[in-house]
């Protein structure tokens, strides 16, 4: 059922932003009549004009509502100066009350526009539906809709004009929940590498469980692609690396490593370089982001270990591969553990539990129970250390040291971090970053 209708008049000559009564009393008649919407909320998108105001944009269209009481109170005139303004506020108004599918009335002209708009902006969690618009007879003189044709494509030139549009008004906003911050280690020598593991403040993404610096977007998630890269602009200007040359692992919760320059094997949950200006990086929502740094033979390389990948070794393969491509000696490799859920809220079920008790005792507590709590961090450490890392070279801020706070537990700081474990399926991700200096 259509949960939302969008009426796109953006395409209207200036002047006749203004003149548009006749033609939303034949949208709106037809959008109250159909069977198949119930109470929708309407959106008018329009251009916005120099001379236009908006205190003045719902009292112009009350002509045409007069008839319209249903959808008198659930519609919003929107007008921006470019398509992507005004659809991206769109956006935040659906995401605001969880809606999810769309129809759109719009000239047959701008369909394949308006899909290219809809890939940047939107994910799979979104439903589309197209109308193409009708002109009433006395209404001709407005708009002349050529014939859609199903199957066309926008010449690449439009589309590489409509993906500039896009970037351009989204590093146009403003930052929210403060400051952008990135947390550093001082076991990285930093006249070498570049590294840091960023927070959730200073990005762009509004959607609460997302906001505010999101860098992952899926399928399962309202978070665009389009929004997640203005992040990561945002982040590189503040770290100092090239967003151009920013590779991130394919996860698959398990232990295959990439090696750079290599064949990029199709999934991969660590990966590592001796390339210089090449910034690496692993995800992290609960999940750790690992970062290892060889200074002798200025080595790096990028991890994210969640339970599985904990169990399968991921970290010692990432150190592994360091050794056997590039020469490094296990006992010259660096190890920093990034923020990650905690044994103060981790549980697991109890089969699961069990392999981690194989690891060492410690690493679960209440192991009679049900969903015993795990210690991801320690079954690292102690994989590590007996693959050879010496223990004063592995970084963990909740046994090492505390006033760092490198290694704080995401589920308990939910002002600084995400966490799929206290946020459920729509979470943001942090990441652990690290590249050689040129």
Known sequence: MV????????????????????????????????PSVT??????????????????????LLPALRDFQTLKKSL??????????????????????????????????????????????????????????????????????EPHTEGQTLPTQDVELITSEIQMYLQSLPSLKGELTILRSSLIPDGIFLHGFSTRTGGISYIPTLSSCNLFSSSKRRDPQAVVKENLRRLANAAGFNPKTFHRVKTDHGNAVCIMGKTEPDSYDGIVTNQ????????????????????????????????????????????????????????????????????????????SAKEFHRIDPKCVRQFDSARPYIDLRRATRILLE?????????????????????????????DKFYSHFRDGTNFGTQIGFISIKD
Not at 4 to 22: E, G, K, T
Not at 44 to 55: G, H, L
Not at 394 to 413: E, F, G, K, R, W
């Open 3 to 34: 949960e939302a209708v969008l009426i796109d008049l953006f395409s209207l000559p200036a002047n006749l932003q203004n003149n548009i009564q006749d033609l939303l009393c034949n949208m709106l008649g037809t959008t109250e009549e159909c």
């Open 39 to 60: 109470s929708p909320l309407v959106y008018v998108m329009c251009c916005q004009t120099q001379r236009s105001e908006r205190k003045d944009e719902q009292e112009s």
């Open 76 to 145: 919003e005139v929107v007008r921006a100066l470019t398509t992507a303004a005004a659809l991206y506020t769109v956006k935040q108004r659906l995401d605001e009350k969880d809606l999810h599918i769309i129809k759109i009335i719009l000239p047959a002209f701008r369909r394949d526009l308006m899909k290219v708009y809809i890939d940047h902006l939107f994910t799979a969690v979104y439903q589309f539906e197209f109308e193409d618009l009708q002109m009433a007879s006395d209404c001709n003189n407005l708009l002349i809709a």
């Open 276 to 351: 210089k200006g090449v910034t690496i990086a692993a995800p992290g929502a609960d999940c750790i982001p690992v970062l290892f740094a060889d200074p002798v033979r200025k080595v790096c390389g990028a991890a994210h270990s969640g339970w599985k990948g904990t169990l399968l070794g991921v970290s010692m393969a990432t150190v592994n591969a360091m050794v056997s491509e590039y020469g490094c000696n296990v006992k010259d490799i660096l190890v920093v553990l990034g923020p990650s859920v905690g044994p103060c809220c981790y549980k697991l079920p109890q089969e």
């Open 386 to 414: 007996t693959g050879g890392i010496l223990p004063e070279n592995i970084q963990d801020d909740s046994v090492t040291d505390q006033n760092q706070n490198t290694t704080l537990c995401t589920a308990c700081h939910p």
